[in-house]
């Protein structure tokens, strides 16, 4: 049951986690934090899904991971997103579109 | 470049794992540091800070996991894990891994085994060029009875044809034929064959040349193509030997090629030699005694093969509707003509074995289901140290696959040894295949059968044994005892178990009633105490008839004066030995019916005195005598088949017949009735047979028949040293008792029975060590229970009776279900019976009777120790 949830979620955790890096190289809580933020707190990213889901989305190799120093000098791994998650960015938010659209279709029929 | 990565990445995650948990980690508890100064900066203590991070962190280990888990090195990483893992469990288990490696060793080897050789005789095709596109061709009449091709319907096939590159034709059967001018006589095997036999077949000799249409059309021509084997042992490989002469029973061949080594075509023959128009093979239409091979063109399949030979032989029924009406020629598969004699055989063996591995695997399945019980405080501790349940399952299935795998390495040598004893006892020898071995194929096919057995044993124990509550697990694996799902599980293992085999057995048990049937067949002579064997005369040293006569005439008494014997005979054909020749027959004052229309016999000409010697009882009238010869009037004997078919009720001595295609151009008359005998085979019904006189028909090479009150094979010696004396160009061939030709017969039948006895016991056997591990596992299980019978009084008599209708109530629903299945079973092998019913009452009471014996074999041992149970060591831990 569970499992049916995660997944359905984990293609959205992807997109959410590629338009975050997008915009600006995060370590790892910083992505829970902005996605948290940014819908107002409607998706918690917990480290359980976090993790799992960078080290995917490095080893396709949209995303990259560097060592540097936090905003206040600690040392975090820092992810990047790499030419090939942009391209894989516009192809998700095209889908995303996509269903938008059709799932609205449906709530609006009469 | 995103492959190239992906390669990049599963060779990290492989060959640096470490480095990469070691960042996983790094990485971890930065992210916790981070969180932490997060908290303490929206004013929480550090403690407090700490605590909260943590929480929502989760289990490290468990997120850790989690993220090794999406590697795509970690199956493979795993892997290795798990196979490490495997060994170090299953050696800490020596006594539980060797009794299932055993169990499935003999269960895969044997597996193996059969399908190498099925491998090799059904589906790996022949060792011709493009195979799938020849066939061979028989004659039907009215649609049934496939038998010989006459030569002139062939030759008009051959015409007229459109779908075949070639058609050629080879004998129904080979001739024995007597070579001299060497240093003694030999005897070989020849066959006559078109010219274009080869051509069709696309193999050329080594040396010399192949036949040519020319060859055939001269006739004159006498020329032979030899075996690779006789032109090493006859001409020592010499290539000069094309192009010289030799003699076979008289008549001079010119040799022009000699066949590859190794290359045999349906028959094994020393000789090839031409159908021309000298032969007389089939001069008419109604006369058949070819085989008919093609090859079709390559746009050409065969149901267009059949609608156009069809359609040809349409052509010929109106033409000769005398001979031809309803005759039409049948084209079958090459490869499946070879095969058809033991594709059933093979494959009831292939189906047994595949069921001996399925009883197998339900014991080994049996085994890891009562060690996934004990094991389950395990699984649970892994569980709750972050394993998923999916990597458990894999762990799981690992440990099993290992386990088989390692079986199927045993099995390997299980299935040479078994290859090698049993499959040479196998009727394949005759069907001009290579010998099997164990090969590529076989080995890709045992890994198959191991991993498939693998996970087959593997996958319902370790879906059972990791779908646990670990809180639960731990909590109590103490005192867990078995769940009602587990039993119920190997409880379904046995009835099935106890089902397979009770269909085997049954299945076994009509084959074996068969071959006793078959054995006590009544052949209608008695095959004991005769030595039998070819003589043949080379036709120019005995030109005339009263020469021939003379020869075999003073053979016989010289025979019959050496001691030990105490009859002798000759006979054109050799029962049960030469097969075939059945002539139409008909009262001669009767008009000749038509060829469709006759009634056909063996047609056989004898000695006087053949009746007597082979012990074929005379029903009326007399045998062939001395004064039978070539200047009287012509005699036949009847089979009472043939008289019943002939004259009715009435009595033939003193009427007259007729023989179609027979040398002797008038009526014979009817002198004598004897009983019927099984000429052609013991599975056939007896034949209806004629007997001529040898003096007043003829022939250069008959069968000779000696009874000896002794053992046939010593006077072996004692007959051929007379041949030779009397003639050295003469021969005493192929000599063997006529006990061992009977058993011939048979020995295909036997071993093939023999080998399902064979595996129905392994399988009885299995079965029992099934039911014996789960009664005894319960004994154990129950011991406190027992204990506390006992104390209240319970004798061992009622807890043996417990124990034993504890078995019953698993091997009943297995035993009906076995008898259900038998049938069917039964009625897919109806061919290989003989003599009785596939309902046949005694299998299946036997097969009752012996599983019975076998549920009180197996439960007795865990009934005694129930009844051992200390009733003092009980209560006290109670």
Known sequence: MADGKTDLLRGTLDMLILKTLSLQPLHGLGVSQRIEQVTGGVFQVKPGSLFPALHRLEQEGWIEGSWGESANNRRAKYYTLTAAGRRRLGEEKRNWAQVVLAITKVLEAT | ?878
């Open chain 2, 1 to 878: 470049m995103r492959a190239y990565r992906r390669i990049i990445s599963t060779f990290r995650s492989l060959f640096r794992k470490e480095e990469l948990d070691r960042d996983l980690d790094e990485e971890l508890a930065s992210y916790l540091e981070l969180l932490t100064a997060e908290k303490v900066r929206a004013g929480m203590s550090l403690e407090q800070a700490r605590r909260e991070a943590r929480l929502e962190l989760g289990g490290v280990e468990q997120v850790k996991e989690k993220v090794r888990e999406r590697r795509v090195g970690y199956l493979i990483d795993t892997f290795f894990h798990d196979l490490r893992y495997a060994a170090r469990t299953l050696r800490k288990n020596v006594g539980f891994t060797a009794v299932a490696i055993v169990i499935l060793a003999i269960g895969i080897g044997a597996s193996t085994a059969l399908f190498t050789t099925i491998h090799a005789v059904l589906l790996r095709s022949i060792p011709f060029d493009e195979p799938d596109r020849l066939v061979v061709g028989r004659k039907t009449m009215d649609g049934r009875v496939a038998g010989p091709v006459s030569r002139v319907d062939y030759l008009d096939y051959r015409e007229l044809t459109e779908s075949f590159e070639e058609l050629a034709a080879l004998g129904w059967f080979t001739q024995s034929r007597t070579m001299t001018g060497g240093r003694e006589a030999q005897l070989l095997r020849a066959i006559f064959v078109t010219w274009n036999l080869f051509k069709t077949l696309k193999v050329d000799p080594i040396v010399g040349r192949s036949f040519l249409l020319e060859d055939e059309q001269q006739g004159d021509g006498n020329v032979v193509l030899i075996d690779h084997g006789l032109w090493q042992t006859r001409f020592g490989g010499e290539p000069g030997a094309v192009g010289s002469t030799i003699h076979l029973d008289g008549f001079a061949y010119t040799i022009i090629g000699v066949m590859p080594r190794g290359f045999r075509f349906l028959f094994d023959v020393d000789v090839w030699h031409l159908i021309d128009r000298d032969v007389p093979i089939d001069r008419t239409r109604d006369s058949h005694s070819l085989l008919v091979v093609g090859r079709m063109k390559p746009s050409v399949q065969i149901e267009q093969a059949v609608v156009e030979t069809g359609a040809i032989a349409a052509g010929l029924a109106e033409a000769y509707p005398e001979t031809n009406r309803g005759k039409s020629l049948w084209l079958t598969d090459l490869h499946q003509f070879m095969v058809r004699g033991v594709s059933l055989n093979l494959q009831l063996l292939m189906a047994t074995t595949a069921l001996v591995l399925l009883i197998a695997c339900a014991n080994v399945a049996g085994l890891l289901l009562a060690r996934g019980e004990r094991r389950a405080s395990e699984i649970a501790m892994r569980a709750a140290l972050g394993a998923s349940r999916s990597r458990l399952l894999r762990q799981l299935l690992t440990e099993s696959v290992v386990l088989t795998c390692t079986a199927g390495l045993l099995g390997i040598g299980v299935a040479y040894l078994l290859q090698d004893g049993l499959l040479r006892l196998l009727p394949i020898g005759g069907l001009g295949l290579e010998r099997p071995l164990v090969n590529s194929a076989a080995l890709a096919f045992t890994l198959g059968v191991s991993i498939a057995s693998g996970l087959l044993v593997g996958v319902i124990p370790a879906l059972r044994g990791t779908a646990l509550h670990p809180a639960r697990q731990l909590g109590s694996a103490r005192l867990f005892s078995q769940g009602a799902p587990s039993r119920r599980l190997q409880r379904t293992y046995v009835v099935m178990q106890v089902a397979i085999s009770i269909a085997l057995v049954v299945g076994s048990g009509t084959l074996i009633r068969s071959l006793a049937q078959l054995s006590a067949v009544d052949l209608g002579f008695d095959p004991r105490g005769l030595l039998t064997g070819e003589v043949g005369i080379q036709e120019d040293d005995y030109a005339t008839p009263a020469e021939r006569d003379l020869f075999f005439g003073s053979l016989l008494e010289e025979v019959q004066a050496l001691p030990g014997v105490s009859s002798a005979a000759l006979i054109s054909k050799l029962p049960l030995r030469d097969l075939g020749t059945d002539w139409p027959v008909w009262p001669a004052d009767q008009p000749p019916p038509t060829n469709q229309a006759s009634f056909f016999a063996m047609a056989r000409w004898v000695s006087p005195g053949y009746f007597e010697t082979t012990g074929i009882p005379l029903v009326r009238g007399r045998d062939i005598s001395e004064s039978d010869g070539a200047n009287s009037y012509p005699v036949i004997v009847l089979s009472e088949i043939a008289a019943r078919s002939l004259f009715g009720e009435s009595d033939p001595v003193g009427r007259t017949v007729r023989v179609r295609f027979s040398p002797v151009d008038q009526p014979f008359l009817v002198i004598g009735v004897v009983g019927d005998i099984r000429l052609n085979g013991l599975r056939r019904a007896p034949d209806a047979a004629m007997y001529m006189s040898a003096r007043q028909v003829g022939g250069s090479s008959m069968g000779l028949i000696v009874r000896t009150s002794g053992d046939p094979r010593r006077l072996v010696s004692a007959v051929d040293d007379l041949v030779e004396r009397k003639d050295p160009n003469v021969l005493f061939a192929r000599p063997a008792s006529m006990a061992s030709v009977v058993d011939g017969w048979q020995a295909g039948f036997r071993v093939v029975v023999t080998a399902l006895s064979l595996f129905s016991t392994v399988a009885l056997i299995l079965t029992a060590v099934g039911l014996y591990g789960v009664l005894a596992y319960h004994v154990n299980q129950r011991a406190n229970e027992i204990g506390i019978r006992l104390a209240v009084g319970a004798s061992s008599g009622q807890l043996v009776r417990m124990i034993l209708g504890q078995g019953w109530t698993m091997v009943g629903p297995g035993l009906l279900l076995g008898l259900l299945a038998a049938y069917p079973a039964t009625l897919l092998i109806r061919p290989l019976l003989y003599g009785i019913e596939p309902l046949d009452a005694p299998a299946y009471i036997a097969a009752i009777g012996i599983i019975a014996l076998v549920t009180t074999l197996a439960a007795s041992l865990p009934a005694r120790r129930a009844t051992r149970v200390n009733v003092v060591d009980v209560l006290a831990k109670q």
